[in-house]
Structures are given as C-alpha cells and as structure tokens.
C-alpha cells in the first residue's frame, strides 16, 4: 500500500524568509500525481500545487513551489516571501487512480 | 457558485444512536469520498464512490455506512458500532473523466461529538 510521510509535525518561519517542507512517498507505481493541500483555521482543504509523475519538470505556483526527486520518492514544498496568510497545516497526498492517501501533516507558523 | 456542501457545520450525538452527515456537490463530479480527520493526523479514507449506486469501503470503513442515490448526494452515517465517532468529517468530489489523476475538492466539514 502506498503511504506518505512527513517527517516535521511543526515549522516555522519568519515573514517574508522562505521554508521548505518536506514529504516522502512509497509506491511501486510509475505514474502517479502528487498534491500539496493547505488547511487553515477555517478547516478547509485547499488545494496549493500538483505535480505528474510523468513530468520532470517540478511544478511551481507563484511562491509556491516543489522539489520533486522521484527516483528518491521526494516531494517538498518550498514557500517564498512566507505571508502571514500561509500559516497553517500543510498536507502532503499521493494519488493514483483516484486513491488518494494523505501524510499527517506539518503545522506551519508564520512570525511576524 | 459551484462547490461541495456539508450540513450541518457542528453536530453533537449521544451513544448508542445513529447520526447521518450529509454532502451536496453541485460539480457534476462522478466520484465522491468521506474523510476522517483526528488531531495530529492525516485523512483517512472512510468511503468512495465512482458512480450512482455503487460504493467502496475505505481503510476505516467499520460504524460508518454511506449511500449513493443520486451523483450530487453522499450521505454518511456514523452507526452507534463507531467505537470512537468524535472526529472532523471531511467529504470531496473529484472528476474521473480526465484519467486517474484529478484534483479532489473539499467541503468545510463537519465537527461530530459524541456526548
């Protein structure tokens, strides 16, 4: 079965500095998604950035982007100029045909 | 607009009763899941169906029971054999007409209490 971990219950990072958080997988599959969700306060699971297996090249959405290494099954997010905004649980999820699994999550801080 | 609803927010529940949370999508997603969230982990998968009338069990599928009559609607029932029903519930939908690979996409939740 394919599980996720991530490896740091707890970041924090000064406002406008950068931060990396890390996420590793296990599968046997070679073609594959990987997501990185954001929930807040609110609860809400919204959605930060996918990559595809197939791609090479690591996905990027505005500040946020990854470090996709897949033959280390490596998966980290890195968070430019951090907000303020961007505190909160990160999870890490793998998914192929439509099984998705989540990691247990990283709890970021943001200091102003 | 469109999204995924989940009534209601807050729900409280003496033992040894049942209890249904409801999930509405407007999406048109073929696909919809229930998630259980505990403090200090991950979700993890109670229920998932691909299409009307046809359901799967997840990793911790016992106490809970779901239809699926209609492709907006995935009710869950948490049955008083939930030996530990308090957690958050979290239901999403996705697309499978693009392939395996698509985005899920959450509702707000629902915060069940056993009292």
């Known amino acids: 079965a394919q599980t996720v971990t991530q490896s740091q219950p707890e970041m924090s990072v000064q406002e406008a500095e950068t931060v990396t958080l890390s996420c590793t997988y296990d599968t046997s599959e070679s073609d594959y998604y990987l997501f990185w969700y954001k929930q807040p306060p609110s609860r809400q699971m919204i959605l930060v950035i996918r990559?595809?297996?197939?791609?090479?090249q690591n996905a990027t959405e505005n500040r946020f982007s990854v470090n996709f290494q897949k033959a280390a099954k490596s998966f980290s997010l890195k968070i430019s100029d951090s907000q303020l905004g961007d505190a909160a649980m990160y999870f890490c999820?793998?998914?192929?045909?439509?099984?998705?699994?989540f990691g247990a999550g990283t709890r970021l801080t943001v200091k102003p | 607009d469109g999204g995924i609803t989940q009534s209601p927010k807050y729900l409280f529940r003496k033992e040894g009763q049942n209890v249904t949370l409801s999930c509405e999508q407007n999406?048109?997603?073929?696909?919809m899941y229930w998630y259980r969230q505990d403090p200090g982990q991950g979700l993890r998968l109670i229920y998932y169906?691909?299409?009307?009338?046809?359901?799967q069990k997840g990793d911790i599928a016992e106490g809970y029971s779901v239809s699926r009559e209609k492709k907006e609607s995935f009710p869950l029932t948490v049955t008083s054999a939930q030996k530990n029903p308090t957690a958050f519930y979290l239901c999403?939908?996705?697309?499978?007409?693009?392939?395996?690979?698509?985005?899920?996409?959450f509702g707000p939740g629902t915060r069940l209490t056993v009292l």
């Open positions: 999820a793998y998914s192929n045909n439509n099984d998705m699994r």
């Open positions: 999406l048109n997603h073929d696909a």
């Open positions: 990559q595809e297996a197939y791609k090479q």
């Open positions: 999403a939908s996705s697309a499978i007409d693009g392939g395996p690979y698509n985005e899920q996409f």
């Open positions: 169906s691909q299409i009307v009338n046809d359901f």
